[in-house]
């Protein structure tokens, strides 16, 4: 796997909020992963070390490994003893698949709102396809 | 897993106190913060790990050696900062210097005049002329200018303000670094450390009360805020302390075990050990 290599350390921006109900490892994994699907950060490029990336956002070193786990069960990392983790090759199954939860998550937002305002489906389709032609 | 420092069983009698059984484990490469309210048994705790007062019953290891029997070999690996500076009041850093290294055979000057130079302290400045931050910064630099594996601290960071305590923080943070290194600091206000422990163990009245990983505990607890018909509608085995007011209830509930709509904060350290301790008054 010599694409790992690379020893350089790509620069990203991770903002942790303290206020947010998520907690503080699933923020690095949704930013990682956004990063990711985005294409900023590529396969083969090395993140920080654990260790450097909880000396940084100030948090436990706990927290930013149960983030790097996270993010290696689900495909987006690897992680290589002594190396340290980098992004692994793209799955563009994985990435829909992400893309399309998300999009389902706004949508049950809207179902919820319509359900409460009493808006039919025939309605919202038809809101829908209005907006998706940009009328 | 590996510890750097082990406690079980360990107890001591003192005709008004007793340390009662407690057992603590601090994996290496962790920052540990051990924190209960004045008179919690903090500092008895941390000198029977110094092995300052003889212990009646337990064990206790450091770096994996017994800290009875094997003190001597770990001695330079253990940096250890007390609430009060130990160092005669009219020296300077210069002079510790030169006395360290006769004490320390692992002692490493030019680490020494760099941690001086990096906290501003002037190295002609007597002990005596020096502000509390001051001397609390001497000491870290002292406890990590050797060999350190691990630094125990008692009470170091109470009293300093807010810029003093940040810096100590990087400090923390630098020799965490190295994932043989591990801290273990004892306090009994937290807020600031909280961010970067990955354990906590907390002591009350001689005795542990949780021990834990930060993020376990951030998780699981939450302050519910309601009226006092729905309080009585919780399930009792969620709820770990109360408080009322004139107006509501805020309880210490576990929230992951709360079904229903209700209202529930983030819970910081220093709430679970506030609603622990009033629970127990009760």
Not at chain 1, 31 to 46: F, M, P, R, W, Y
Not at chain 1, 92 to 105: A, T
Not at chain 2, 232 to 246: F, L, T, Y
């Amino acid at each position: 796997m010599s694409i790992y290599n690379i020893t350089m350390v790509i620069t990203m921006n991770i903002i942790i909020s303290n206020s947010s109900n998520q907690p503080i490892y699933e923020q690095i994994v949704s930013q990682i992963k956004a990063l990711i699907i985005s294409g900023e950060l590529n396969e083969g490029d090395a993140l920080p070390s654990m260790r450097l990336l909880a000396k940084e956002l100030r948090i436990s070193v706990i927290t930013t490994k149960r983030a790097y786990e996270e993010l290696e069960k689900e495909g987006f990392i690897v992680s290589i003893t002594g190396k340290g983790s980098f992004v692994a090759s793209k799955n563009l199954e994985l990435i829909k698949e992400q893309q399309l939860k998300e999009i389902e998550n706004h949508m049950q937002e809207i179902i919820d709102l319509a359900n409460l305002y009493g808006i039919s489906l025939e309605e919202l389709i038809e809101m829908l396809t209005l907006m998706y032609k940009g009328e | 897993m590996e510890y750097a420092l082990t406690l079980e069983n360990v107890t001591k009698e003192y005709k008004d106190f007793k340390l009662d059984h407690i057992n603590v484990y601090l994996p290496k490469g962790c920052i540990m913060g051990f924190i209960g309210e004045n008179g919690a048994g903090k500092s008895t705790t941390i000198k029977l790990i110094m092995d300052l007062v003889k212990r009646d019953e337990g064990k206790i290891t450091i770096l994996g050696k017994d800290n009875k029997t094997e003190l001597n070999s770990i001695k330079e690996n253990i940096g250890v900062v007390m609430n009060e500076l130990c160092f005669p009041e009219n020296l300077n850093a210069r002079e510790i210097n030169k006395i360290m290294k006769k004490v320390y055979k692992t002692w490493d000057e030019d680490q020494f005049h760099s941690f001086i130079q990096k906290f501003s302290i002037a190295e002609s400045k007597l002990i005596k002329e020096y502000s509390r931050g001051m001397k609390m910064k001497l000491a870290i630099a002292v406890a990590l200018s050797h060999d350190s594996k691990i630094l125990i601290l008692d009470e170091a960071t109470s009293g300093l303000d807010p810029i003093v305590r940040e810096e100590i923080l990087d400090i923390f943070l630098e020799f965490i670094q190295d994932e043989s290194h591990s801290i273990f600091v004892s306090s009994h206000i937290i807020s600031d450390l909280e961010k970067i422990c990955d354990y906590i163990t907390f002591i009350h009245k001689g005795k542990i009360v949780l021990s834990e990983p930060k993020d376990e505990l951030l998780e699981r607890y939450g302050i519910l805020k309601c009226t006092e018909e729905e309080f009585e509608q919780v399930n009792p085995a969620v709820i770990k302390g109360v408080r009322k007011n004139k107006f509501g209830i805020e309880a210490l509930v576990l929230k992951n075990e709360l079904k229903g709509n209700y209202v529930i904060d983030k819970a910081d350290i220093e709430d679970i050990m506030i609603f622990y301790i009033k629970e127990q008054m009760v």
